[in-house]
Nanobody, 122 residues
């Protein structure tokens, strides 16, 4: 059974920071590209960031503009999303995704977590 479990969401003031974590089963993590998406109420799911299996290549959604950083620790089967300078418009449910080849920004990926809520207040 493939499992992705997100954590680290919460309520934060505008300008603050949060670090999201996504713990994966070993079978999921080994050799998989990982990524983060988000979905705000009434909006479509949006690509946030992705990282290759080796961690050597990362890419981000246009709106990130240097505020977020994705990283992974393969020894811990965990991928992280460090979010700084948060804005109210970053409020959304954040989802972790895994894919055997590369994380597709259109959302067509192999596995998904259940999501963690991030709420940014002004």
């Amino acid at each position: 059974q493939v499992q992705l479990v997100e954590s680290g969401g919460g309520l934060v003031h505008s300008g603050g920071s949060l670090r999201l974590s996504c713990a994966a089963s070993r079978r999921t993590f080994s050799g998989y590209a990982m990524g983060w998406f988000r979905q705000a109420p009434g909006k479509e799911r949006e690509f946030v960031a992705a990282i290759t299996w080796s961690g050597g290549f990362t890419y981000y959604g246009d709106f990130v503009k240097g505020r977020f950083t994705i990283s992974r620790d393969n020894a811990k089967n965990t991928v992280y999303l460090q979010m700084n300078s948060l804005k109210p418009e970053d409020t959304a449910v954040y989802y972790c995704a895994a894919d055997r080849t590369r994380v597709e920004t259109n959302g067509e990926n192999d596995y998904w977590g259940q999501g963690t809520q991030v709420t940014v207040y002004s």
